[in-house]
């Protein structure tokens, strides 16, 4: 599985984001997908993740009533909506996917197989 990542820029506190993580190769409704974020000068951590196509969806505390995970199994493409942004949530994002994911572990970088080359943002206050 091969994924990558769009939508980075610059973007005004309060606005608004959506990224997309588009993915190559077959069987993509059965990967676990999450998003995780790595802002300069800190470790990559969990924004949001579903275990499978049919699945619950879990964000960090600090996105939640905020972002947005969804995917499109028609398109083998995941989405990050991201609203009420803050300067707090600048950081390059990336997208993971997952064989194997089970809840326990679905917000550890380490229970991912593959990952997109990541995409930047920036919120400006």
């Known amino acids: 599985v091969q994924l990558q990542a769009f939508g980075g820029g610059l973007v005004q506190a309060g606005g608004s984001l959506r990224l997309s993580c588009a993915a190559s190769g077959h069987s993509f409704s059965t990967y676990g997908m999450a998003w995780f974020r790595q802002a300069p000068g800190k470790e990559r951590e969990f924004v949001a993740g579903r275990k499978s196509s049919g699945g619950s969806t879990y964000y960090a505390d600090s996105v939640k009533g905020r972002f947005t995970f969804s995917r499109d199994n028609a398109k083998n493409t995941v989405y990050l909506q991201m609203n009420s942004l803050r300067p707090e949530d600048t950081a390059v994002y990336y997208c993971?996917?997952?064989?194997?994911?089970?809840?326990?572990?679905?917000?550890?970088?380490?229970?991912?197989?593959?990952w997109g080359q990541g995409t930047k943002f920036t919120v400006s206050s």
């Open positions: 993971a996917a997952s064989r194997t994911l089970i809840l326990s572990t679905i917000r550890d970088p380490g229970a991912y197989h593959y």
